[in-house]
């Protein structure tokens, strides 16, 4: 099937709409859900109420729902980049190490949505929510095959691979609270923290 190239047109609608979710995240990490209005959307991105609703007619409700599906996709894109990237001839405490930091900096990169996701989290529509938990529900499985394959090859042994992989994805998100919520919980530099707990749990699973 030949591929449409897109036109300047298409491309300039993908860059203003790239630019009201970008303005709105910023509003709504500054301001939070409630006291934003789409009046300051406008302002703030530089367009008018139409051309606002042109693009997003469900108003700003189906702005936050967008700014959060599209985050989490990307996210989701990344964490399977980095399960992808990890191979067997690696030492699994590498490979781990290397998928957590992975983690940890793509959690951590985008500020104004972490914000915006601390103030407005009950505003995004249940659905909503567990679509991205299902999606998450996926890469813990991809990650319990990780682990699996390498007691099959005799690097650990047998154990409970589900919980283990929930042990390793806990490490990242926490290390990612403490970065945006400046509770520090450790005295080390986090991504040797990081090392350290997976060296320490791969220790204990070869045992």
Same mark, same amino acid.
């Given at each position: ?79 399977? +980049? ?54 998450? +529900? ?68 070869? +045992?």
């Amino acid at each position: 099937m030949t591929r449409i190239p897109r036109t300047s047109r298409d491309m300039q609608a993908a860059e203003r709409r790239g630019q009201i979710l970008q303005g709105a995240k910023e509003l709504f990490a500054e301001h939070g859900f409630h006291g934003t209005s789409m009046r300051m959307i406008n302002k703030h991105v530089g367009i008018t109420d139409g051309l606002l609703y042109h693009y997003f007619p469900g108003g700003k409700q189906e702005i936050l729902e967008t700014v959060f599906v599209e985050a989490q996709e990307a996210r989701m894109a990344s964490m399977d +980049k980095l399960l992808a990237s990890i191979e067997l001839n690696q030492r699994l405490e590498d490979a781990l190490a290397q998928f957590l930091i992975g983690l940890y900096r793509t959690l951590t990169e985008d500020r104004a949505f972490i914000r915006m996701m601390f103030r407005d989290a009950e505003s995004i529509q249940s659905e909503q929510r567990n679509f991205m938990s299902e999606m998450i +529900k996926l890469r813990h499985q991809s990650l319990t095959e990780v682990l699996k394959k390498r007691a099959e090859a005799g690097e650990i042994h047998e154990m409970d691979y589900a919980l283990a992989a929930h042990q390793l994805l806990a490490l990242g998100v926490v290390c990612a609270l403490r970065e945006v919520s400046f509770i520090n919980v450790v005295d080390v530099e986090i991504e040797s923290h990081i090392r350290n707990m997976v060296a320490f749990s791969v220790s204990q699973w070869r +045992k």
